[in-house]
């Protein structure tokens, strides 16, 4: 597998998010017990998705956990049926990134680059390889998270 030429860097974690039927109990937890803070609020009818955002750090070194419960729990995508949702990495050029890893072989999940909730704009890898695709996030939902340019500066 060639790594050397690779356009661009994965910079960090930008967030992890976390989904259950009823995201009350994950703010108990979350932000009740733990003490994080909630920065946000993001509804999608598209992504099937009601959240919190909430935040661990600061600046460039933040991390954000997000609480999802779906808006219908018959609807997809289902983003209570696998408690660990997603995970969303940094990375300091996304049109890159998306190009070189689906030369490579990586399956990306359908609806492109597009403005993911805290305005960052995102892109999904698929959980599951495919024939045209053999390379996936393996049961896991990857989001790749293009970094702004302060984060960029204090990651790379």
């Known amino acids: 597998m060639p790594t050397e030429g ?20 994950l703010h108990t937890l979350w932000v009740q017990l733990l003490g994080l803070p909630v920065t946000g609020h993001f509804r999608s009818e598209r992504e099937n998705v009601e959240e919190d955002i909430c935040t661990i750090g600061h600046g460039a070194h933040a991390v954000e956990v997000d609480l999802m419960q779906p808006i219908d729990a018959q609807a997809k995508p289902a983003v209570h049926s696998t408690p660990l949702n997603h995970i969303g990495l940094w990375v300091d050029d996304l049109p890159r990134a998306v190009e070189w890893l689906t030369a490579q072989g990586v399956r990306f999940a359908p609806g492109g680059i597009r403005k993911g909730a805290a305005g960052f704009d995102i892109c999904f890898m698929h959980p599951k390889a495919s024939a045209e695709f053999p390379f996936s996030g393996e049961g896991v939902l990857i989001e790749l998270v293009q970094a702004p340019p302060e984060v960029i500066a204090a990651l790379a």
Do not use: H, S, T
């Open 6 to 25: 690779r356009p661009f860097k994965v910079l960090g974690v930008q967030q992890i998010a976390i989904g259950a039927p009823d995201k009350q109990r």
